[in-house]
């Protein structure tokens, strides 16, 4: 079955630790993105990539980063630099044609220690 | 620019009752809207889509939504209510671009009392 896998459904970090939460999709889409869910704001917009080797910031890009190395993977890194990185991490993908919907991973908790 | 405003962040209903959850929208472009379901521990599931076609729409689970330009709006709406509806719903605004980027409304939280 087609779908999108994120890794792990738990995480913790510690102070000063970069983390990455792992994204892979079988869909072949060309559009991946990173969302961030805190409680009564909905999902926010990290990173998003429309074509691999290629990627743009977000509403909330600071203190993220990503890489586009392959269709099918698009990872996040959490980074020291996010000060307040608790949040459920959601990973979506679509085809480039206008009006295609989204497809969503069942995200990450990530937590600080 | 495109932007989604759910104007209520939470609603009540007794299950039988009708359902209705408020959006509205503004977008630069002429935009696709959707409305998503999360229930607890799951992930996100599409309701239903509105494209440029039939302004009223039709989705699973007996909702449907009403695409009104003139008041830019896409108010979700169920007839009679079942427990099973409870849940987080999002109504989410895309520009009919390419892999245009996706804007979320912030939630609006259904609880169905018995």
């Known amino acids: 079955d087609g779908g999108i896998t994120q890794s792990p459904k738990y995480l913790f970090r510690k102070e000063g630790q970069n983390v990455t939460l792992s994204c892979e999709q079988n869909l072949n889409h060309d559009a991946m993105y990173w969302y961030r869910q805190d409680p009564g704001q909905g999902l926010r917009l990290i990173y998003y990539?429309?074509?691999?080797?290629?990627?743009q910031k977000g509403d909330i890009a600071e203190g993220y980063s990503v890489s586009r190395e392959k269709k099918e993977s698009f990872p996040l890194t959490v980074t020291s630099a996010q000060k307040n990185p608790t949040a459920f991490y959601l990973c979506a993908s679509r085809g480039l044609a206008p009006n295609e919907k989204l497809f969503f991973g069942s995200g990450t908790q990530l937590s600080v220690l | 620019a495109q932007s989604v405003t759910q104007l209520d962040s939470h609603v009540s209903v007794s299950e039988g009752t009708p359902v209705l959850l408020r959006c509205n929208y503004s977008?630069?472009?002429?935009?696709?809207l959707f409305w998503y379901v999360q229930h607890p521990n799951k992930g996100l599931q599409l309701l239903l889509k509105y494209t440029s076609a039939a302004t009223l729409v039709k989705g699973i689970n007996g909702f449907e939504a009403e695409f009104k330009k003139s008041e830019t709006s896409f108010h979700l709406t169920k007839p009679s209510a079942h427990m099973s509806d409870a849940a987080e719903y999002f109504c989410?605004?895309?520009?009919?671009?390419?892999?245009?980027?996706?804007?979320f409304g912030d939630g609006t939280t259904l609880t169905v009392k018995p």
């Open positions: 990539s429309q074509i691999v080797n290629d990627f």
């Open positions: 977008s630069s472009y002429s935009p696709s």
């Open positions: 989410v605004v895309t520009p009919n671009t390419n892999a245009g980027k996706s804007t």
